[in-house]
């Protein structure tokens, strides 16, 4: 009721806080886990999270900015395991106009924008800086009130320069073979660690990235719950760098050289983490795979770049960047929904009208993972065991009583 009276008078649904969002808790998406359960943090929702952002090039992905400073028909296709099969998005200030086929996600878009930015309902469209937005319906969209962000960069930020420092600051685990000798053939091997480790850390000298040659990393876990691979990248200049090297990943299923694009067969386990200096690393040859920490520096994405990228200042400049959410450390509760988007079924949820509706996802259905029971889930078998055990007692029972009748 409070919804229809909203959108009859044309005005923009209020927001509240990211932690508040109960579109996000009908997908099940839960901040505090993601906070304490994915080493990016709540920013693993989005393709990109920066305090300012220019995408000139394909973005193929969501995102949470300070500023937009430039776009394009940006929005997630393909099948890949990500958080949610839909975008969200979070543009506090527009420097200038989107264009009319940007928000291309066909499943769904959940759109909050700063109280600043010019955002209206007329005849049932929604318009931003007067322009219709073809592909947003008015109950996709959302603003800050005064006093209310969505999201506060500052703080995240903040959380994320800790987290970078925490990363940078642990040991190499043990059991990582790391062999650079061969430049044509430089690999890192995190199959040797011991199982059930959560977070997996490696030291790569930045020297190797600047380089053309490709570097391998073997061993990683084709399971959603696999552990999480966090690469501190060591001995980096200040100033301007470039990042030149092909970065090719080898997954235990056999699953080798997993190709960019805008899908992808296995799960995003690969962080690399820059630190919290105030470079700008421009990617300018090869290809990178795995999702990018460097809270304080500038990004200019040149060549394609898969997974999520957190920095102060985002810039895709050339080739694509592809949406792959980085997994958990733990399973939480959107791997459920993920299961279920594999297992071909259609998770429904709804809210404000919009529906949360999983597509098939027929080529990552086969794959070996399994979700753990929710609170008030049994498994089947163990259901019909119970039931087996349950007719041999009452037969007991009934035979028991049969034959003392007949004693009698």
Known sequence: MIKSTILASNNVQPATSIGKDNYLKELGIDINNLNANRVLKLASLFHIFANQASLSADTNGNFAVGILNDSNDFGTRGDSYNLTSGDIYYIQQLAKDLQSNAFRNKTFNHVVLGKDVNVSIENNKVLINGITMDNLKPEDVYQDTNGQKYIDFSDVFQQLVRASTSYASTSQSIGVISNYSDMNNRYIDVSGVAAGTQIIYVNVPFEYLSSPQSITIKGISNLLTGPTIVINVTGI????????????????????????????????????????????????????????????????AGVNIDGNIVANIVNITGGESHRWDIQPTQPTQPTQLIENNKNNSHTISSINGKTNNQPKNNNLASKNNTALPQTGEKSKSSVSILGVLLLILGSLTSWFTYRKKREN
């Open 237 to 300: 200049p200040d100033g301007n760098q470039n990042i030149s090297t092909q970065v090719q990943l080898n997954y235990d299923d056999g699953t080798n050289s997993l190709s960019n694009g805008e899908s992808h067969s296995e799960p995003n386990h690969i962080l690399w983490n820059f630190g919290t200096g105030n470079q700008t690393f421009n990617f300018t040859e090869g290809r990178f795979m795995g999702s990018i920490l460097a809270p304080n520096a500038t990004i200019n």
